[in-house]
């Protein structure tokens, strides 16, 4: 598709390329996997934790108290628009699951709301690419397995039901769940009898699809089983896991399912993962310049060459791309 351009002021004559593209291929906000300082929230006692992922060290940071009350939290996550990590927990005083805001330093708790009439607490959290939190939803008051996945306003907490992790016993012991920097949901079951599995969850269903079981190699040509609470990813697509059979802190291989144990010992059982920073934004590669962000709309690619310059839609929707070329004239007056 070629044309001829007259412009309103003078130019020298050069080409300008449009390359129409969906948004996600161009530019991506993935924002979910993490990097930074890893913490930890404590489900048996009520208690924040640091992690360091190479050695599974972990330092104290204080009792997760809503006031005068400890509150046990088996999630958390980091909002990666504006950095306040959240945590789910059960007020014991009322009966209800809430949302809260976490500080980090701390561990000070801001009540923001109930999951209202859902019942269930929020035993796995975690933002998605959408920006929406996303939550694993137990029955009642347990910390151990949800059996369904909501979405949670992050302003009032209140819980909207997507659908059922499955019916197999197994899939409804969803005890973690955390996006990869594609975007994918994943799953991580907490059985104390049987092999944890890994999954892939269906944004729009809640529907759970089978990976892997979750099993460690003990070098000697047996296995054992892990019970799998928390799950987060880091920006070099590494799975963190907090294993509730041990009380240990490892890696998943997210092929296999592969458990690999870096700590058999922190302070404390190990029931949310949350980084305290975002993986960068990708913005893609930028063709003959450097990428300037000017408005929502569009992105102007400068420096391709003399008086010329390339500009790229982002338009949201469009599968696939289109080039095309317009000779540019310059109009004499």
């Known amino acids: ?37 890893l913490y930890a ?31 046990r939290l088996p999630s958390l996550a980091v909002d990666p628009a504006t950095g306040i990590m959240y945590g789910g927990g059960f007020d014991s005083r009322v009966a209800i699951p809430n949302l809260y805001k976490v500080n980090p330093s701390t561990a000070e708790l801001t009540l923001v709301g109930a999951s209202g009439t859902v019942p269930g607490n929020m035993v796995g959290l975690d933002f998605g690419p959408d920006g929406k939190l996303y939550a694993a939803m137990a029955e009642g008051s347990s910390t151990n397995g949800g059996t369904q996945l909501a979405i949670i306003d992050k302003f009032t907490g209140a819980a909207t039901l997507i659908g059922p992790f499955g019916e197999d016993p197994v899939v409804k012991k969803m005890g973690a769940i955390a996006f990869d920097k594609d975007g994918t949901l994943w799953g991580a079951t ?3 009898i049987v092999f944890s599995a890994l999954y892939k969850i269906n944004l729009s269903t809640g529907h759970a699809t089978f990976v892997a079981n979750i099993i460690r190699d003990n070098g000697d040509g047996t296995f054992s089983h892990k019970s799998i609470r928390s799950i ?53 590669t930028a063709v003959g310049g450097t990428i300037m962000p000017v408005d929502m709309t569009a992105l102007f690619v400068a420096g391709a060459f003399t008086n010329a310059f390339w500009i790229s839609p982002t338009l949201g929707g469009i599968a696939g791309a289109s080039l095309a070329l317009f000779k540019v004239k310059r109009k004499h007056s």
């Open 232 to 284: 987060q990813f880091a920006c070099d697509g590494t799975l963190y896991a907090g294993d509730s059979f041990s009380k240990g802190f490892g890696t998943i291989d997210t092929t296999e399912g592969t458990y690999t144990a870096t700590s058999s010992d922190p302070d404390g059982l190990i029931g949310g993962l949350a980084f305290e920073k975002t993986c960068p934004i990708s913005h893609g």
């Open 190 to 192: 907490e059985n104390s």
């Open 41 to 71: 929230s404590d489900p048996e006692v009520g208690g924040l934790l640091k992690i360091d992922p190479s050695t599974g060290v972990d330092t104290f940071v204080g009792t997760t108290m809503d006031g005068t009350l400890s509150v």
């Open 1 to 37: 598709m070629f044309g001829t351009v007259k412009l309103a002021y003078p130019v020298n004559a050069f080409l300008i390329a449009v390359i129409l593209m969906t948004s996600p291929s161009f530019m991506t906000a993935n924002a979910v996997p993490g990097t930074g300082t």
